[in-house]
């Protein structure tokens, strides 16, 4: 059974957090509120829970990961800028976005797209991803927490420990969450491509 955290949305208890991470730590897999639905996540280096992430999701081999960063400094070093998507992106973050880049050396070669070789990355306007991030102290890996047939990210954090119970090892709750999913924006050619439209708005990328 996974264990459950039920945490303050804007005060997370440092002690619940500090729980959280100590099971990422010990290569867990866990489910946890973005500000755009739920998603699971597990250390960068952590084999066993990217294969987990994929037969809970159902996802393929090109399926793009995305690692979830602290802030603007973090996200540099996992993805390759030009001057045009470095001010934008910095403009757009912290937010519901997920931005498509060329991997940097930085990202293990099993994460990124087999092809493009590239990943997504995001910041969250989280307080509870913020305070697991800075506890962590690296990005997550992650994905949006949308299950096979469905079209839109689990919300409420009793709804996925009924749904996930047996298949991760813990589900952060803090309170019911947007059901929209992150818009994804391609800028791996060194334009902005606006692949889905979500919780943010696209016009600044259009």
């Not at 264990?3 to 303050?8: E, G, I, L, P, S």
């Not at 993805?79 to 912290?94: C, E, Q």
């Not at 990943?119 to 989280?126: A, E």
């Not at 791996?188 to 990328?205: I, L, Q, T």
Request: overall charge negative; glycine content about 8%.
């Amino acid at each position: 059974m996974a264990r459950y955290f039920d945490v303050h949305p804007v005060d997370p208890q440092p002690r619940a957090i500090g729980q959280v991470v100590a099971l990422l730590n010990d290569g867990g897999l866990i489910a946890y509120p973005t500000d755009s639905g739920y998603a699971l996540g597990c250390r960068v280096g952590q084999h066993d829970g990217t294969e987990r992430i994929r037969q809970i999701r159902h996802l393929d081999a090109g399926h793009h990961f995305t690692l979830v960063c602290a802030d603007f400094a973090q996200l540099g070093q996992l993805v390759r800028l030009d001057n045009s998507a470095f001010r934008a992106i910095k403009a757009a973050t912290p937010g519901p976005y997920t931005f498509i880049l060329p991997a940097t050396p930085e990202v293990p070669r099993r994460l990124a797209h087999p092809k493009k070789k590239t990943i997504g990355v995001r910041i969250p306007d989280s307080r509870v991803v913020q305070a697991l991030l800075r506890e962590l102290g690296e990005p997550l890996l992650s994905s949006t927490l949308i299950l096979p047939g469905a079209e839109q990210p689990l919300t409420d954090g009793w709804q996925v420990k009924e749904e996930l119970d047996h298949v991760v090892d813990a589900v952060v709750d803090a309170g019911e969450v947007l059901a929209e999913p992150t818009t994804v924006v391609d800028w791996s050619e060194g334009y902005s491509d606006v692949v889905r439209v979500g919780a943010g708005d696209p016009s600044r990328f259009e």
